[in-house]
C-alpha cells in the first residue's frame, strides 16, 4: 500500500517521536537502528524536512527532528507527502472506467476497504505509533545527539 519511501519514513518518525523532542537525531543512528540504507533515508528525511513536517541541523550536534508535536503529525500526513494519494482512488481491476456508476465487480468491496484505510491512516498520529512501538517488549530507544560534557571533576573553561 505504503512506496519504500513511506515506509521508511513512518518507521523513522515514529522512532523521532519516541526521542526528546529537543533532541537531534543522526541519520546514522535511524538508518542502523531500523535497517534502513542510510543514504536513502538521507533523501526522504530531506524531502520532509523542506515540507516543513522536520526540522534538520547540519554539523556535529546536528540532525532531525519533528517540526511539530507527534500528536499533531498523522500517518495520512507522512504518507501524502510521499506518495500520490490519488493511486488509491483507482480501479483495483485496472479498469480505466471504474466509478460507482461503471463499477468493476471489486469496486464496492474495494471502495469501503480504502475509505476505512484513509480514515484509518488520516486518525492515526506519530503519538499513536510511538506509543505502540513503546509498548513491545523488545522495543530500543535510539540515542540522542547532545553536546559533549566535561569530564567530571574537571572544570569547565571559563571566558578569556
Known amino acids: 500500500m505504503f512506496s519504500q519511501a513511506s515506509e521508511y519514513a513512518l518507521r523513522a518518525l515514529t522512532e523521532l517521536a519516541r526521542s526528546d523532542q529537543r533532541d537531534w537525531v543522526l541519520t546514522s543512528q535511524l538508518a542502523a537502528q531500523l535497517d534502513i ?4 533515508l538521507a533523501k526522504v528525511l530531506q524531502v520532509l524536512a523542506r515540507r516543513g513536517m522536520l526540522e ?8 532531525f527532528r519533528l517540526a511539530r508535536s507527534p500528536a499533531d503529525i498523522t500517518a495520512w500526513d ?11 482512488h483507482g480501479c483495483i481491476m485496472g479498469e480505466s472506467e471504474c466509478s460507482d456508476e461503471t463499477a468493476c465487480p471489486l469496486h464496492a468491496l474495494w471502495k469501503t476497504i480504502r475509505d476505512r484505510f484513509i480514515r484509518m491512516l488520516q486518525t492515526t498520529t506519530l ?9 513491545r ?6 540515542p540522542a ?3 559533549p560534557r566535561p569530564a567530571p571533576g574537571r572544570a569547565k573553561p ?3
Open 56 to 63: 534538520s541541523q547540519r554539523g556535529r550536534q546536528g540532525g
Open 145 to 147: 545527539v547532545r553536546p
Open 158 to 160: 571559563g571566558p578569556l
Open 37 to 40: 540504507p542510510i543514504h536513502y
Open 137 to 142: 517488549p523488545i522495543s530500543v530507544r535510539l
Open 78 to 88: 507522512v504518507a501524502s507527502e510521499l506518495d500520490d494519494a490519488k493511486a488509491l
Open 127 to 135: 503519538r499513536d505509533l510511538a506509543r505502540f512501538q513503546d509498548s
